[in-house]
């Protein structure tokens, strides 16, 4: 229990916790339970307690001593205010209130200024039930609370009372303890978990060799730049039973596409890509850029059916993709690892990008992808 862990150990805790350590190399490095290292995560949902600090008008340990001390050698409220610089009835009334000049002991004095000071104190979306109840409702179609502070301000910018942190919606949701937001939004979080984790590198598998392929260092400026559009990456995302799902993000606006794809044969996988690339007007075809995944070996077939030209990744180097990675990322949230991807038809991945496509982000100015993409079109 995180009674038994001592504030030098709880500082480790949240530390190692910071550094990526999980928690079972944090009980090893402490000596304490993996259950105990647990429970004094998720009292906190995972998120690091605030220092607390005393106000500066407040007495300090060392001053309680000192006149406890005072006190004992005889001397005057008077005496001992002028030896602190401090008022004789802030003496005095500290002295009253913890047993008088016969009672006065400076540790308990000290402990009861602290339990004192505890003073909760109610929360914004406590207070105000209409923006619990926007936020809420921005929660349940899958918002994630930092689109939903960033869009409060855009949406309400005449009314400064509409106005919420990240952080406070995070700190509803997982300090249980405020009783605010239900649990159940917690399941419409990207990563759905109970409580913060930090972010951890992700490994990539080793891909195969691709024959004439492009590399990416071949790429025009004006993909690297962003500045036009109709420059895509794609890649795929696994399942269990061995399903996938082929993703496209389009470098400019990040507007997602999700194409079903029945295996990850080369041949499966261009046709299927290929079928969605042609229904595209044709502002919105100039290139794709893909990983060393086998599943591009036919990018010859690719680049005839679609006229645009196929470029590929470094090996181990997913950032050069970095927009088709982040919204894989996002994908998560839909598709858990595990998932058997193949139960999902065409219209339900339809339903779904178009759902990612509607979440105002963060790159784009808290626009939208299909904001963003419509304004470049016209």
Known sequence: MLRTISAAEREQIWQRRAEGESVTQ????LGRAHTSVIWALGVQGGIVPRERKRS???????????ISRGMSSGCSYHEIAHQLDRAPSTISREVARNGGRSGYRATRAEGRAWRQACRPKVCLLARDARLRAIVSRKLQQDWSPQQISRWLAKAYADEKSVRV?????????FLQARGVLKKELI?????GRSRRHPRADATRARRSHIVDAISIRERPAEVADRAVPGH?????????????????VERHSRYVLLVKVPTKATHVVVDALSRQIRKLPAQLRRSLTWDRGAEMAAHKSFSLATHMQVYFCDPYSPWQRGSNENTNGLLRQYFPKGSDLSQFSQAQLNAIARKLNDRPRQTLGFNTP??????TLH
């Open 165 to 173: 942190s990240h952080e406070t919606i995070y700190r509803s949701l």
């Open 232 to 248: 895509w990456e794609g890649d795929l995302i696994c399942g269990s039973t061995n399903s996938w799902i082929a993703t496209l």
């Open 56 to 66: 500066a008008r407040q007495l300090t340990a060392e001053e309680r001593e000192q």
């Open 26 to 29: 944090i009980s090893q490095a």
């Open 370 to 375: 299909a904001e963003t993409l419509t304004k």
């Open 187 to 191: 399941a419409h979080l990207r990563r």
